[in-house]
């Protein structure tokens, strides 16, 4: 009975997540979308308005850290304990990478956008929730 309770109080949460998270990446593109449409209308636009209207996305980004942040306090604590590892091994990844990348600047290498880091770091924190996952099974 503890089990079917545990579980269904899983999927609520888990559910209550993906309302959340959906909600809030929708509320993102709906405004990446408008912020990338107005830029290419108004071109010759100075700045601080054009700095604006390029990272209005970030205001609904802030809510998808909210839901992220939300749903990491609803985990127990081997679920915290995978997530924590899988957040260091992406982390730690990503510096390497980061880093090694920047030497090869220095020889000449094209810059990169900062875009590439989470490029970088959403697959790595994927690769350490699989490894973690795999060691507490």
């Known amino acids: ?13 888990s ?6 998270l959906g ?8 405004v990446l ?19 604006l209207a390029a990272l209005s996305p970030m ?8 839901a992220i942040m939300r749903q990491m306090r609803r985990l127990d604590e081997l679920q915290r304990r995978v997530q924590f590892e899988a957040l260091a091994f992406a982390f730690a990844g990503t510096a390497l990478l980061s880093f090694g990348y920047g030497f090869l600047e220095g020889l000449g290498y094209p810059r990169l956008s900062m875009f590439v880091v989470w ?5 790595l924190w994927v690769l350490g929730l699989l490894i973690a996952a795999r060691r507490y099974r």
């Open 1 to 13: 009975m503890m089990t079917l309770n545990a579980k269904s109080a899983g999927t609520g949460r």
């Open 23 to 30: 909600g809030a990446m929708l509320a993102y593109a709906v």
């Open 59 to 66: 205001l609904p980004a802030v809510a998808v850290l909210w």
């Open 15 to 20: 559910r209550q997540y993906l309302k959340e």
């Open 33 to 51: 979308l408008a912020s990338i449409t107005w830029l290419n209308r108004h071109a010759d636009l100075a700045s601080p308005w054009r700095d």
């Open 119 to 123: 490029g970088a770091m959403a697959p």
